[in-house]
């Protein structure tokens, strides 16, 4: 059964971190884990838990990487005593070795695993069209005078998918330093940070004036962009251009009520993309994608790849395409319905930010002369930056053997 929502692992905060947990050795490669509510857990084995001492001669202590030698543990490793001392348990262990285990970090080692530390999962705020009575916005000096001001702007921008940073200087080097406040600016065939005025240097539909439909970017990248930024520093001599955001999973969660199959089809039909536009460069991803993308082990929805210019192969046979054309036409009807399309006119000093890998953004056709500069920033760098700031190191890092 898949799951839409990304917050359907939130486990996390569930972890006592000081549980009156209990030790039974089931035999002589394992341990079992219950805790106070008298409720048992996987068990531990031995290899595993040597494996994980979190000592520091096994573990750097700034680095958080592995040191111990792995495959020069013993094979018959085992606890040779287990104590028990307030918050931690003392281990020997037949190699000689002393560990030290945090009794909050065994138990959640125990517990069924949940995806929230590596995802950087929150709940979310679905929203349509009326988010745009009220959008989610930062100023901007607080954005670049404190770390607090970038954690606000990230788990805003976690929560909805998109924030406004309010009070930005028009120009494209302020943009460029705002950007950075997360991270790198990711590199592609088009460059950098960009800075263009609407002509066809780059053959790409989004460097023309045309009407561009709800789409996400770089579905063509095997790791299609993170966070993308785009903000307006004028538009002279014409008008319209106005830009759209739909909210991808709130329009997916919408399908999966409507129609289970037709999302299940888009969950699980592979689809080719392809970036060709370029003399010389045709990039296309080392595999086909569903729209929907869900983690594989915990199911719940983590990225939405839709991008009708850029689609390639649909990897069905031929003879079997009909049930895709079928769902992908449901979605487009939710993703283009005016209720589920919030429309905003961009404007000098308000940069607008998203997330790629769940809004959908476009653009409605203009005239005249219009000058947009931005970026992009990856995935990978945007989650580290917000599990980070807003849940800090401590948190971020305890449980990495263990989630
Ligand atoms: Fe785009
Ligand atoms: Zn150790």
Redesign the pocket.
């Known amino acids: 059964m898949r799951r839409c929502f990304a917050t359907a692992n939130i486990r996390q905060e569930q972890y006592n971190t000081n549980p009156q947990i209990e030790l039974v050795r089931i035999n002589d490669r394992s341990i079992k884990v219950r805790d106070d509510s008298r409720k048992w857990y996987d068990e531990v084995p031995d290899m595993w838990l040597r494996d994980n001492c979190q000592c520091n001669k096994c573990v750097h202590t700034a680095t958080k990487q592995r040191l111990v030698e792995t495959f020069d543990i013993p094979e018959e490793i085992h606890i040779t005593s287990c104590v028990r001392e307030g918050r931690n348990v003392k281990v020997k262990w037949s190699d000689g070795h002393d560990s030290i285990y945090d009794l909050g970090w065994l138990a959640a080692s125990a517990h069924s695993k949940s995806a929230v530390s590596r995802q950087g999962l929150r709940e979310l705020t679905f929203w349509t069209s009326s988010v745009g009575q009220n959008p989610p916005e930062v100023p901007y000096e607080e954005v670049m005078n404190s770390e607090k001001g970038v954690a606000q702007w990230l788990d805003r921008i976690r929560q909805y998918g998109f924030c406004y940073v309010d009070g930005c200087p028009p120009t494209p080097e302020a943009t460029e330093k705002l950007l950075e406040r997360i991270a790198f600016i990711r590199n592609t065939h088009y460059g950098g940070f960009w800075d263009f005025t609407s002509d066809l240097s780059s053959k790409d539909t ?1 460097y023309t004036d045309i009407a ?1 439909g709800a ?3 770089t579905t063509y990248f095997s790791d299609p962009a993170g966070l ?1 930024l785009f903000h307006l520093l004028s538009h002279t001599d014409g008008s319209g251009g106005e830009s759209l955001l739909v909210d991808g999973f709130a329009a997916a969660d919408t399908l999966k009520k409507e129609d289970g199959y037709a999302y299940d089809t888009l969950s699980e039909v592979n689809v080719y993309s392809h970036a060709s536009g370029n003399d010389g460069i045709s990039i296309q991803p080392y595999r086909s994608f569903p729209v929907l993308n869900h983690d594989p082990e915990f199911e719940n929805l983590l990225q939405v790849r839709w ?1 009708n210019s850029d689609r390639a192969a649909i990897d069905l046979p031929l003879g079997d395409v009909e049930d895709w054309y079928a769902a992908a036409r449901k979605w487009v009807r939710i993703i283009n319905s005016p209720k589920n399309q919030y429309w905003e006119q961009l404007r000098p000093g308000r940069p607008l930010i998203f997330d790629n890998w769940r809004v959908l ?2 653009r409605a056709a203009f005239s005249g002369k219009r000058r947009l500069c931005g970026g992009y920033i990856n995935r990978d760098d945007f989650i580290s930056r917000y599990k980070m700031l807003n849940w800090g190191p401590e948190k971020t890092l305890q449980y990495l053997a263990v989630e």
Do not use: V
Request: no cysteine; hydrophobic share 20%; aromatic share 0%.
């Open positions: 989004a561009l789409h996400t970017d993308q991008n953004h476009g």
